[in-house]
């Protein structure tokens, strides 16, 4: 069989002497939505973060487009195509909006104008407040405008940990909408998720780690049809 687009394979690793994921393996295909779900303190961004090289794997490896990226800096990984959001302390406050998206496009040497275009036909309400500080906005628009920054790289592939934490349902849909028209224009997203339900639904590929191992690898849909995974980890 190919190789996974993007594949965090057998990942074994954590922070010092103690091990997080246990023989982990997260992989995503080019233009699909894999989601990761679980319990508090399953590891869930420990493994995305292990993706991106934030942390150092005792054991496995991690390829990208048939390449092992396991020794590379996450600097290096996003001159690969690797875009990351991390759940907190994603955008610059004191910046424009604008100004934000410009800093997303540090490694580029080519003209940004298109690419920023096509952020803000996506979210459309960041070009309305292009000239506003980014800290002003609220916390479903501060996510755009963080998620607007990773695609400023033309990533391959974009990471997004915990992308609707402290938004409202309706803001989490608008999300979830926006981070499928991505998926359509042929970029992979791996995405930690605590809002399981709504994740899986949109999701080609599920993952549930339970204490950084894998419990449950299947289709977005078929996790949840399962009646397990419904009780133990969907609130039935």
């Known amino acids: 069989m190919a190789e996974p687009f993007l594949i965090g394979e057998n990942m074994t690793g954590g922070y010092g002497a103690v091990d997080i994921l246990h023989n982990c393996t997260i992989a995503v295909e080019r233009g699909q939505i894999a989601v990761i779900v679980g319990p508090n303190g399953a590891g869930k961004s420990t493994a995305m973060k292990a993706v991106f090289g934030m942390l150092n794997l005792r054991g496995g490896r991690v390829m990208l487009d048939g390449e092992d990226i396991s020794k590379l800096s996450p600097q290096a990984r996003v001159h690969r195509g690797m875009g990351f959001v991390p759940q907190t302390s994603n955008i610059?406050?004191?910046?424009?909006?604008?100004?934000?998206?410009?800093?997303?496009?540090?490694?580029?040497?080519?003209?940004?104008?298109?690419?920023?275009?096509?952020?803000?036909?996506?979210?459309?309400?960041?070009?309305?407040?292009?000239?506003?500080?980014?800290?002003?906005?609220?916390?479903?628009?501060?996510?755009?405008?963080?998620?607007?920054?990773?695609?400023?790289?033309?990533?391959?592939?974009?990471?997004?940990?915990?992308?609707?934490?402290?938004?409202?349902?309706?803001?989490?849909?608008?999300?979830?909408?926006?981070?499928?028209?991505?998926?359509?224009?042929?970029?992979?997203?791996?995405?930690?998720?605590?809002?399981?339900?709504?994740?899986?639904?949109?999701?080609?590929?599920?993952?549930?780690?339970?204490?950084?191992?894998?419990?449950?690898?299947?289709?977005?849909?078929?996790?949840?049809?399962?009646?397990?995974?419904r009780r133990s980890f969907l609130g039935g």
Do not use: C, H, W
């Open 92 to 229: 610059f406050t004191s910046m424009t909006v604008e100004e934000n998206l410009e800093m997303g496009a540090f490694i580029r040497t080519d003209d940004i104008k298109g690419t920023m275009a096509q952020i803000y036909d996506l979210f459309p309400i960041l070009k309305q407040k292009r000239y506003q500080a980014a800290g002003e906005l609220s916390g479903g628009q501060r996510q755009q405008v963080a998620v607007g920054r990773a695609l400023m790289t033309q990533p391959k592939v974009l990471m997004l940990d915990e992308p609707t934490a402290g938004v409202s349902p309706i803001v989490m849909d608008e999300l979830f909408d926006r981070i499928i028209e991505v998926a359509r224009t042929g970029i992979s997203i791996l995405m930690v998720e605590q809002n399981a339900r709504q994740a899986l639904d949109i999701a080609d590929k599920g993952y549930v780690l339970v204490q950084g191992a894998n419990r449950f690898t299947d289709t977005g849909q078929a996790l949840l049809a399962d009646p397990e995974v």
